[in-house]
């Protein structure tokens, strides 16, 4: 008996040192015959979570997995140990779980980040006021308050004329194209009317001016989003970097 306790402590001490090392494959391994010799020990908290983020290292979904069995199994844990749960769900990009993890915690930065992360940019801006960052709150407060393209506005523009809408969202090189290619479409469908090529018009009214008018309607839209989001990730990665560089797990 007691030399099956030597074992056992022995794997687990060198499972713990490669987690310490960042040898996180070997770690998983280790601690995976841990549990298989000694399944109580997946009743304590700290083999089981340093399992779980071994595990995340190689796979990300079953990692999550994981860590989201961590939360279910110990639900007192410290709320250092939800901070360092809910940053590799943020890692992830599964940030509507660190939001339920950190919700009713302390850790309200972190949790202010997750809501900016996952566009919640009002819920974000009120967790940093109840936080007493007010300098945090006011800058996100402006970022809400700056123009952005509207879908609808480019939409229109390009009903009535192909290619505009793109160029108010800001993506002048499709635009144009689209413009030009329309043009010459609408030129081909008024020459083939002018020589009386009736099946000739219809076959480019069909083929061309409605499939190229149509796209022009839905690139103008897709441009207004793409430049909304692009605009969003600059400003979040700028604001990021100089506020929470060192706590963001996902910062590029």
Excluded at 28 to 46: A, D, G, M, T, V
Excluded at 110 to 123: H, P
Excluded at 149 to 170: D, H, M, R, V
């Amino acid at each position: 008996m007691m030399f099956l306790l030597l074992t056992l402590l022995s794997q687990l001490s060198l499972a713990d040192s490669l987690f310490a090392h960042g040898c996180h494959d070997a770690a998983r391994i280790e601690y995976l015959r841990c549990f298989f010799f000694y399944p109580e020990l997946k009743q304590e908290l700290n083999p089981r979570l340093k399992y779980a983020i071994s595990l995340f290292a190689s796979d990300k979904i079953s990692g999550i997995e994981e860590l989201y069995g961590v939360v279910n199994d110990f639900p007192e844990i410290p709320d250092s140990v939800r901070a360092a749960i809910a940053m590799k769900y943020m890692a992830a990009g599964r940030y509507y779980l660190a939001i339920n993890l950190l919700e009713n915690e302390e850790e309200n930065a972190l949790l202010g980040i997750a809501y900016l992360r996952d566009n919640q940019f009002i819920n974000a801006r009120n967790v940093f006021l109840r936080n007493g960052d007010y300098e945090t709150a006011a800058r996100i407060e402006e970022y809400l308050q700056q123009p952005i393209k509207s879908e609808k506005t480019a939409l229109l523009l390009s009903l009535f004329l192909p290619g505009s809408g793109q160029i108010y969202a800001g993506n002048f090189r499709q635009g144009l194209m689209d413009f030009l290619v329309n043009l010459g479409s609408g030129y081909l469908f008024y020459n083939a009317l002018k020589q009386q090529k009736y099946v000739d018009a219809s076959l480019i009214f069909f083929f061309l001016i409605n499939r190229f008018y149509l796209g022009s309607l839905n690139n103008a839209q897709k441009s207004a989003i793409e430049h909304n989001e692009k605009q969003r990730i600059e400003w979040l990665q700028a604001f990021l970097r100089a506020y929470y560089d060192s706590i963001d797990p996902a910062i590029d």
